[in-house]
């Protein structure tokens, strides 16, 4: 099982980029691998929109 610890977002030249960490675990919960790497552009409309509506709430609630 791969199991997501944490992510952050990029506006780059390409378009929106996902950066992520993960561990591996395997079935009996043994660890196989820790802080593994990905990152990927969004491109599906609907995630895009999702993740300007976290933007827009970080501007509005939390820039002040």
Do not use: C, W
Not at 11 to 23: F, M, P
Request: hydrophobic share 30%; charged share 25%.
């Amino acid at each position: 099982m791969k199991k997501i610890t944490s992510f952050t977002h990029l506006y780059t030249g390409e378009g929106h980029r996902i950066a992520y960490t993960y561990s591996e675990i395997d079935e009996q919960g043994n660890l196989i691998s820790q802080n593994s790497r990905g990152n990927f552009i969004e491109v599906h409309p609907e995630v895009i929109e999702a993740i300007e509506t976290i933007l827009d709430d970080i501007k509005k609630n939390h820039l002040q």
